[in-house]
């Protein structure tokens, strides 16, 4: 196997707000996630990730325990663990992973299969549900591990292992072997990262294989169904578009079915479009990126508001209280997001990402690193979730744990991989699309470029970029102005620039000759905003959120009472912003008048004739990503507007 140098920024985060979390997930969540999958927590649901490697390995002895995808919990693991040591290398950490990784060596079979499941539990029965039993996921998170692993330390073992591993599936699947493809999408896009860090084209094939054969017909799943003797119906409405294989690829129009697959998938189309100039695949990914963004995601960027299936329901169907917005789908629309950047630099893209890091994915974790959501609904009331939702994940309180543990380490990998979404390049130009301090070296025009970043955003739209090539030379640094934004202004060393005539998409374009230290300073107005829904999206009717910047803020009962949908924010009212470096570990608050409805004057009357009844209040809100780090309550993110 030969490797070969992967074209990408170097990047050193030191943004206090993403640098925090990272040193979150370095000194908390890693250790406490360990000893997650070793079962050494107490008042926890049990993982037994490890130990079913140790079964596998013949080292224990015992039975398959947890879902039929717990292999991916220690994938994730181990991947995040790698963009970790890259960011801080830590001699104990990275003994601990070689050390699982050792493990998994001893659980592989001679043929290059890995997957505990079938080895302990159904040896006799690879690949006879791909529909059900996450084969070719494991085997893609376990794929992804490896290529991090590798770009974090060089080191090939872990590497070679997943390559024998792809090379085994490609001798099962293809057009000389089995015609199907995975029930939950995940290989596709591991397979891509494979090939761009081999330069192995039958990996890149591989992927390419199992997003064409979908959906076609015969239908595989229903072949494959007839043959391992199965005759119930499938629970998700006996109907394949749960997996996204109810239509080819490039035909599907709408984003159906199970979130986090359908996400996963596009991510692993809009690659494949990338590599392979396929302008089908881009088409269909732009279409569905419409259909997602404008018709089906919330403010949060929360995506699959459907509890049954963990699925997208049907256009503008964004219920807040029973939302399920599973941390996972908004992990997967930030991977998407970034790879449509690398097909198109269009700040909508950017934008979406953006709103989903701030908002839809940070959210699935307390402050302290060791709590979870795994669905983050945007209005709670606790008696519902009680007594009438009844929905195992949805309540006002993050958990320790989770039986299906997917999120706790999809959102450590995230953000332990953060410097990865500020840029990408091409050839003679570097696209800055996130604004967080950073240092890194980048190589544009044939030249290495240091590059500085310094700001205090989400807090403050000041930005201040310092760029330093080897010699002078002449590129192009493109920079967002997000979609948010009512002004934005630009200085290049000290000159305001007029850049109406250089944005394109959103972005603005300064070609020059640079020369060391030179500085370019973004300054983004951030106002205080109150979004409104299309009226189409019947449960915001009436209401406004509100946001400043890329956060989207809510109100919780700690600070303004019970029956938060009691409170109406006047069009007239004016709302403050002010930094509290006390609360939530550092946030921008807003707080103004609003009016509520007073309870005591209804004593026990059900129903009476309309009179008003407001009392004035003093509302506040806080960052939405920080909700359920004090008392557990109430919370809602659209407010009654009067």
Sequence with gaps: MKTKEIKRPKVTITDKFWKERMEVIRNQVLPYQWDALNDRLPDTEPSHAIENFQIAAGEKTGEFYGMVFQDSDVAKWLEAVAYSLENNPDENLENIADEVIDLLERAQGEDGYLNTYYTVKEPDKRWTNVRDNHELYCAGHLMEAAVAYYKATGKEKFLHMMCRYADYIGTVFGEEGIKGYPGHQEIELALVKLYDVTGNDKYLNLSKFFIDERGKLPHYFELE???????????????????????????????????????????????????????????????????????????????????????????????NDISYTETCASIGLVFWAKRMLELQAHHTYADVMERALYNGTISGMDLSGKKFF???????????????????????????????????????????????????????????????????????????????????????????????????????????????????????????????????????????????????????????????TNPLVRANIGKVAIQRG???????????????????????????????????????????????????AWGSDLYRPARQTRDIVTMKAIPYYAWCNREAGEMIVWVNER
Excluded at 228 to 233: A, E, F, I, K
Aim: overall charge negative; glycine content about 6%.
């Design 374 to 532: 795994y669905v983050n609904p945007l209005e709670v009331q606790p008696e519902a979730c009680e007594k009438r939702h009844e929905k195992k994940h949805v309540k006002p309180v993050r958990k320790t744990w989770f039986g299906c543990a997917c999120c706790p380490p999809n959102i450590a990998r995230l953000i332990a991989s953060i410097g990865e979404y500020i840029y990408t390049q091409s050839e003679n130009a570097l696209f800055v699309h996130l604004y967080m301090g950073n240092q890194t070296k980048v190589n544009v025009a044939g030249q290495q470029i240091d590059i500085t970043q310094q700001t205090n955003y989400p807090w403050d739209g000041s930005v201040s970029l310092t760029v330093s090539p080897e010699t002078e030379a002449n590129f192009t640094i493109a920079l967002r102005i997000p979609g948010w934004a009512r002004h934005a202004s630009i200085k290049v060393n000290g000159e305001v620039m007029d850049y109406g005539e250089l944005v394109k998409d959103g972005y603005v374009y300064i070609n020059r000759t640079w020369k060391e230290m030179d500085s370019i300073q973004l300054d983004i107005e951030m106002t205080i905003e109150r979004i409104q």
């Design 225 to 319: 169904k007839e043959n391992r003797g199965d005759t119930q119906p499938f629970w998700f409405h006996n109907d394949h578009a749960y997996s996204q294989a109810h239509l080819p690829v490039r035909e599907q129009k709408e984003a159906v079915g199970h979130a986090v697959r359908a996400v996963y998938m596009y991510t692993a189309m809009a690659d494949l479009a990338s590599r392979t100039n396929d302008e089908s695949l881009k088409r269909a990914c732009e279409t569905l990126w419409e259909n997602v963004t404008q018709k089906q995601m919330y403010i949060t960027a929360g995506i699959g508001s459907m509890e049954f299936g963990e699925a997208f329901s049907f256009d503008y169907d964004l219920p």
């Design 550 to 600: 890329p956060i989207v803020y809510c109100l919780e009962e700690v600070d303004n009472g019970k029956n938060l949908p009691s409170i109406f924010l006047p069009r007239d009212a004016e709302l403050t912003a002010t930094y509290d470096e006390h609360l939530l570990n550092g946030v921008v608050v807003i707080t103004g008048k609003a009016e509520r409805i007073n309870q005591n």
